[in-house]
């Protein structure tokens, strides 16, 4: 649900996992073909595993990480792994890119950028849910646009700040 001055939009599960259906509907009708996909941790390790099992696909994960201060509001100096996990072999081929939105897409096209360096990288597209209008990167495939660029509150968020035992109170009885 996005507020009515459009600074936050609410994700619940429901609609999360909607999304990454209607994200996975939009990559299949355009009818491209690939052989692995790379989800960039941790939004997009979600995402990235639901197209992996419905496209039965390789999934293989490269971490990045650029929001850390503010409890993960603001932006700062971007990382990106040295290695790419995979499940078998190297990155290669066609590859399906996927994240959970492209912010301010400075993540997105730096990756994106180092992915089409790689010789063995043959075809590069990507895929998020969500594209804010201020993203400096668009990718090839996402399910929203995002026109007031709204911070989103995703439903996993609440495991930000919980620990085990904030957790464990939860099964008291």
């Known amino acids: 649900m996005l507020t009515d001055d459009g600074k936050h939009l609410y994700v619940?599960?429901?609609e999360y996992h909607l999304l990454i259906e209607r994200l996975a509907l939009k990559v299949h009708a355009s009818g491209?073909?690939?052989?692995?996909?790379?989800?960039?941790?941790?939004?997009?390790?979600?995402p990235g595993d639901v197209l992996s099992r419905v496209f039965d696909k390789p999934l293989g994960i490269m971490s990045t990480?650029?929001?850390r201060a503010e409890a993960g509001t603001i932006q700062g100096r971007l990382d990106i792994a040295k290695y790419i996990t995979m499940p078998k072999g190297e990155l290669a081929g066609r590859v399906l890119l996927v994240?959970?939105?492209?912010?301010?897409?400075?993540?997105?096209?730096?990756?994106?950028?180092r992915l089409r360096g790689?010789?063995?990288i043959s075809e590069l597209r990507s895929a998020v849910i969500w594209t804010k209008s201020v993203s400096t990167y668009t990718p090839d495939y996402y399910v929203e646009m995002?026109?007031?660029s709204p911070w989103i509150h995703q439903p996993f968020e609440e495991y930000d700040d919980m620990r085990p035992d904030a957790l464990a109170k939860k099964f008291v009885v």
Do not use: H, N
């Not at 897409?105 to 730096?110: F, I, N």
């Open 12 to 14: 619940s599960w429901d």
């Open 32 to 46: 491209w073909e690939f052989d692995q996909i790379l989800c960039l941790a941790r939004g997009g390790m979600r």
């Open 65 to 67: 990480s650029s929001y």
């Open 99 to 113: 994240d959970d939105l492209a912010d301010s897409g400075v993540t997105l096209k730096a990756v994106v950028e």
């Open 118 to 120: 790689m010789p063995a």
């Open 146 to 148: 995002l026109e007031t």
